[in-house]
């Protein structure tokens, strides 16, 4: 059975792929990483998680970010390595929540991502703590809780930080239901007057 990722193994892992990334001839990567890598990353919770989640890239000589959707090969193909030499998840490193690229990243979130580089050839983007907040909220409405309403609890967000994540999910999803879920789920956290301005 593969083995758990805490933070320790995170560094490993993405310690390894920049090094197979090197010996393979890659040019440098750059990734923008979001969900439960990150979160214990930048030290927002204590806990392990089974993947990295890459929401985005950079390319050199090109501003801004690029979707996640498409690794390049030569990524994939280390990552797979990596996976075997370190008994991850064949899935450890993937871009399933490039998805939220393409909704659009909250106002001010390049300026909150918070960089780290491994060896020579991986700079990872860990995303900051207000846009955590959007995403799983948004996560913890949409798949009805589980492990993204505990992460959004860890955060402790406070009622402007709701709000503003709030009025983010409802310009991605306007549809009744969803307005009906996430109300239940403010008012279940205590903030039904942040239910109230939406």
């Known amino acids: 059975m593969p083995d758990p990722i805490d933070i320790s193994r995170l560094d490993e892992a993405l310690g390894l792929l920049a090094e197979r990334l090197r010996l393979a001839g890659a040019e440098p990567q750059e990734i923008v990483v979001c969900g439960g890598s990150s979160l214990i990353a930048r030290g927002y919770v204590s806990r392990v998680t089974r993947d990295v989640d890459v929401v985005a890239r950079r390319v050199r000589g090109q501003p801004g970010f690029v979707s996640a959707k498409d690794l390049p090969a030569i990524l994939v193909k280390e990552a797979a390595r990596v996976a075997a030499d370190l008994r991850l998840p064949a899935d450890w490193f993937n871009s399933a929540a490039h998805g939220i690229f393409d909704l659009g990243f909250p106002e001010g979130f390049e300026g909150r991502l918070e960089s780290k580089r491994y060896g020579s050839h991986l700079e990872v ?27 959004l609890l860890a955060l402790k967000p406070n009622a402007e930080e709701l709000l503003q994540a709030a009025r983010w999910t409802r310009i991605h999803d306007p549809s009744e239901g969803f307005r009906f879920n996430l109300s239940e789920l403010l008012k279940q956290l205590s903030h039904g007057d942040v239910a109230k301005q939406l």
């Open 125 to 151: 983007w860990f995303i900051g703590r207000l846009d955590q907040i959007h995403f799983k909220l948004h996560a913890a409405v949409d798949r009805d809780g589980g492990r993204h309403l505990t992460d």
